[in-house]
């Protein structure tokens, strides 16, 4: 029998409450976690009470001998406690299966702890037969990362206030970058080309970044949200952001920030990144915010040298 709304909600606000970063209580105040938070976890209680939500996920990564239901979110009972779970593919990739843990009552903060964890997964998901697991950490976790080889770090979360962002001080180069509404996407093949040429050179790079469709770009454009950037009279790349919630997050969050090859490793992309924060209409308790994979170094100083704040990210581990 699936547990009542209300049951879910009581279960996992105030756990979800506790364990979010002090930065969102800081910035935000309790009230409004709890508001976002309660969003959160009502949206996961839909993906896991309402199989119809789960039918695209079915549709797109149908694994035989698998009903719509085995997509549906799951709360799960292991040794060390319960959580809400979802099968995925990474990137659509049916060779690719991991569970993601989206609510936890227990902390993941020693090898043997996620081991014991992966191994119930696996065997609670055979169907699938994942190959990983997926979960959210407020810290950093760089001993468990380093001493660890089948744990590896994922997605991380920088974000910060537009209004105070508007306020710090102009980075390097600031003048030197002229950001121009983009009024179409003629240039979509150049920029596609040139992440081509990125992953050739760095072929690690495809797991960090990849281009955004057509469809993406032009809904950044038509909400006045797509920038071309201009250095030296010269087209420099793209910059872009959507206005979107997401879990603590509201506000704009930074879908592509590019810069041409001849353009990158000359310190412009924190004065790029500034002059788009001093362009947004950021109203009250506005974000921007991103994720950013733990390997792009050069991605998260440039959000850090803005002044967007690290706040947890995913970590991955691999499944006995």
Known sequence: MKI????????WLPIEVTSCPSFFRKKLGNKEVERRLTN????NWAYYSDPKKSKAAFDYCGVEGAVVEDYCYRCLTCELGEMVTSIRFIGGDLSK???FIMHKDFDLS???EIRKVGRFLKEAYQLFQPKRIRWYSA???KELLEKNSFIEGDLCYFAELVSYLQTLPEPQNYDAVTLVPATSIDWYDQYVASFEELYAARPFFREMARAESREVLEEMRAANLLWEINI???WAGIIGVCREEHWLLSGFVVYEEFLMAPFR???FAPAIQRQMIDLLDGEGLDMLYG?????NLPSARTAMRVGRKAVGGYLFANVD
């Open 232 to 234: 030296g009279g010269e």
């Open 4 to 11: 009542p709304q209300e049951r879910f909600l009581a279960t």
């Open 291 to 295: 994720t950013i994979h733990y390997l």
């Open 97 to 99: 299966p991991a569970v």
């Open 110 to 112: 020693s090898p043997e």
């Open 139 to 141: 810290m950093e976790e």
């Open 265 to 267: 490793g000359k310190r």
């Open 40 to 43: 959160t976890i009502l949206q």
